[in-house]
């Protein structure tokens, strides 16, 4: 129970109205995730809405560290930052716009509908994800979906690549062979990361 409402107070501290500095850890990530800033893209297709979230070391430790007050551990700042540094990673939430009467995204109604989404989007789809900077294809790093089993509106993978220096163009690719879904494309440009805010702690 502690642990929920740490994470609840966290999530009102950073969905709260009004200004915000964007150079704290909770005004960080509010700025990363308005899609005014590009660094939050939406593909809609016939069927499904995919929300891609770039996300930085800087944003992956901001979401990991940060504590109920809005702030982070200086020395724990470093440490994430330190294992963090040359990577990037993703975070791919997916949805059906109909959510009734199927079994992709959210309701799970049928078994062996339920089994083949799992084993798809759980080992599968890992390959089906690619990320192209400069034309080179980057090394996958790591892949988790978090199926929800119902219990919300979205199905979330994390997919983290291996990258030199992330303040150059990023172009996401996924072809979701499960909903049949070819070539949902998210781009984040050199001019959008180089101008994200620099945390103060």
């Known amino acids: 129970m502690k642990k929920v409402a740490s994470f609840l107070m966290i999530m009102l501290l ?12 909770a005004g960080f990530i509010r700025y990363m995730e308005d899609p005014a ?3 939050c893209r939406t593909v809609e297709t016939n ?3 995919y929300k891609i979230q770039l996300a930085t070391p800087q944003y992956m430790a901001c979401r990991e560290l940060i504590n109920k007050t809005g702030s982070i551990d200086a020395e ?14 993703f975070i791919v939430k997916m949805a059906r716009k ?21 084993a798809y989007y759980g ?23 978090e199926n929800n089993y119902g219990l919300s509106p979205e199905n979330t993978i994390i997919i983290g690549f291996s990258v030199k220096n992330v303040q150059k163009d990023l172009s996401l690719t996924f072809n979701d062979r499960y909903t049949h ?18 945390i103060q702690l």
């Open 14 to 25: 950073l969905s709260c109205g009004g200004s915000y500095d964007h150079n704290s850890p």
């Open 98 to 118: 109909n959510k009734e009467n199927t079994t992709e995204g959210t309701s799970m109604t049928d078994q062996e509908h339920a089994a083949q989404m799992e």
């Open 37 to 39: 800033n590009g660094c």
């Open 181 to 198: 879904t070819p070539a949902i494309k998210a781009e984040f440009s050199q001019s959008t990361i180089s101008q994200l805010p620099n």
């Open 123 to 145: 080992q599968l789809a890992a390959a089906d994800f690619s990320l192209i900077q400069n034309g080179s294809e980057l090394q996958k790093l790591a892949y988790h979906f």
């Open 76 to 89: 724990l700042w470093k440490k994430r930052l330190a294992e963090l540094d040359g990577t990037v990673f």
């Open 47 to 49: 069927a499904m809405i």
